[in-house]
């Protein structure tokens, strides 16, 4: 029965969502991707959610990391977006070329970027899909208004990794 997940999927990509890239560090190792689902979570106290791709060097080190930089693109970000979203941090050392800055907890924020908020990270949660969503407190915002980057501009751009590549979940152990 696949047309009620057709039609999820028609309705959710119509909703054509900002990508934004989200970077973090644990002590030297950093790490950054591109994604598109993310969100305010909580209004008081303050909080917001992104959803990283277990298949992603970015996942792992933030399960390690403290802070999150979430950074904002506007419509001209699409190189920035392709940098982020087509290579493998496993692969490139993403930040070679690309200047930045540490931020709280140490965290990369990208200097070509002016519109970003850092957070540290509150919670953590894996529903078993392909992403774990990561909420976090803001500690951290810079920028103005702009007009987003939006998933339907970066349809072009080959994931680094593709979902099916995500670790196997952990079994269960009896007793």
Request: charged share 25%; with cysteine; hydrophobic share 35%.
């Amino acid at each position: 029965m696949t047309a009620p997940v057709d039609s999820f999927s028609d309705l959710v990509t119509a909703l054509d969502p900002a990508m934004v890239v989200v970077t973090t560090a644990d002590g030297e190792e950093l790490a950054g991707c591109l994604a598109g689902f993310h969100g305010q979570s909580s209004i008081d106290p303050p909080r917001y959610a992104v959803w990283l791709s277990k298949a992603n060097h970015t996942y792992r080190v933030a399960l390690r990391s403290t802070h999150l930089a979430v950074h904002l693109l506007t419509e001209d970000d699409h190189d920035l977006a392709a940098a982020f979203g087509s290579r493998s941090g496993d692969e490139v050392d993403k930040f070679a070329d690309r200047p930045h800055e540490r931020g709280p907890g140490g965290v990369p924020l990208l200097t070509e970027c002016p519109h970003r908020f850092v957070l540290r990270r509150t919670v953590l949660v894996d529903e078993g899909g392909d992403h774990v969503c990561v909420s976090g407190e803001p500690v951290d915002a810079a920028g103005g208004s702009f007009t987003p980057l939006r998933l339907s501009a970066v349809d072009d751009i080959e994931p680094g990794h593709a979902a099916e590549e995500r670790p196997s979940p952990p079994t269960e152990r009896a007793g």
